[in-house]
């Protein structure tokens, strides 16, 4: 992904108020007799001005480039957006913009509505395709989300409030994110982006400069003392690395083969002393093979201490398939141990 470095239009914008009000707060004295001595603020550099144009020319650049291939779905659960993956009508979103919808309509940017059918989903990954015949628009192009950086310029383009083709602009504020959806999906190697992520934007594009998608916008970070509402300026997207993965796995075989993702083989819950309860074991699994049965509790898993289900869950969505770890844990008589678990990978159903 080619680097490309601007002056910021704001703090272009920053830099000439400053200058004004420079220049105009100590005024020249003028000579007696004569008339009043006229400050003007110096001109803006020709460099200056000229980045910024560039950046502005870059930004709408990118917005018509993308735009043609995001969409806007409509299910009888409410709104989301989609991308539009390859040039057989295939849109990729997220899975909670299509779970438990009946019916799906697609409406591209042209206008056109489509209905389309469900080609697989991955709820691990909260990703879906589904399929619209005679769609005719330009499938999006996939940036190498490894190679992005902190400060990278994110273009969001969904469907926000359902608003189609809206356009909010940030930076990648952070990589490799381990988050947790309202419905207990851990997402690993989120990309955190500054670019306002609102109801709709689900399954849209983030993009960087060259128009090429870094990542899907899925959801954003909800500031508890604010009564849950939305933090501002701290959104999350699935990155393009592991949305072109799966995708490509639910088109060709409508379902993910290789889910990449570690998996402990057990039932399990939170337990209300602390620690997380395992209420049962796959027989032949990674825990059973190490020795763990249920009634068991977890306290630790790789060193790191676990208090809930949604701990374990997050540490294990940061782990891999065929990696070692320590599980500390509390038999139901008292006595406690550490075993090593070979750690294999979540089925893909």
Avoid at 25 to 51: F, M, Q, Y
Avoid at 86 to 100: F, K, Y
Avoid at 215 to 230: K, N, S, Y
Wanted: hydrophobic share 40%.
């Amino acid at each position: 992904m080619r680097r490309l470095r601007f002056v910021a239009p704001a703090a272009v914008a920053l830099a000439v108020g400053l200058a004004a009000c420079s220049s105009s707060s100590t005024p020249t004295p003028s000579a007696k007799g004569s008339g009043p001595t006229i400050i003007t603020a110096p001109p803006v550099p020709s460099g200056v001005a000229g980045s910024a144009e560039t950046l502005q020319n870059d930004f709408v650049a990118v917005v018509s480039r993308v735009r043609p291939s995001v969409v806007l779905i409509e299910t009888d659960q409410g709104l989301g957006s989609g991308v539009i993956f390859d040039g057989s009508g295939d849109v990729v979103t997220n899975d909670h913009v299509v779970e438990g919808a009946s019916t799906l309509q697609v409406t591209g940017y042209d206008g056109k509505q489509h209905a389309a059918t469900l080609v697989g989903t991955f709820v691990a990954d909260d990703l879906a395709v589904v399929r619209v015949s005679g769609l005719g628009l330009p499938p999006i192009a996939f940036a190498d989300s490894t190679k992005l950086e902190v400060g990278d310029i994110a273009i969001a383009v969904g469907n926000p409030l359902g608003l189609q083709s809206s356009v909010t602009e940030g930076i990648v504020s952070g990589t490799g994110r381990t988050v947790s959806e309202q419905n207990g999906v851990v997402l690993p190697n989120a990309v955190q982006t500054s670019a306002a992520i609102n109801p709709g934007n689900s399954g849209g594009a983030l993009v960087d400069l060259e128009g090429s998608l870094i990542g899907i916008p899925t959801l954003a970070a909800v500031d508890q003392q604010l009564g849950g509402g939305a933090a501002p300026g701290i959104g999350f997207a699935i990155p393009s690395n592991t949305v072109k993965d799966v995708a490509s796995q639910l088109v060709q075989f409508g379902h993910v083969v290789n889910t990449h993702r570690a998996y402990l083989g057990i039932q399990a819950a939170t337990s209300f002393g602390g620690g997380v309860v395992v209420t049962g074991v796959v027989p032949g699994g990674p825990a059973a093979t190490a020795g763990i049965s249920a009634g068991d509790q977890i306290t630790s898993f790789n060193g790191k201490p676990v208090q809930t289900l949604d701990d374990l869950n997050t540490l294990l969505a940061a782990a891999q398939p065929g990696q070692k770890v320590q599980v500390a844990i509390s038999h139901s008589d008292g006595t406690t141990a550490t075993v090593t678990v070979t750690l294999g990978e979540l089925p893909s159903s």
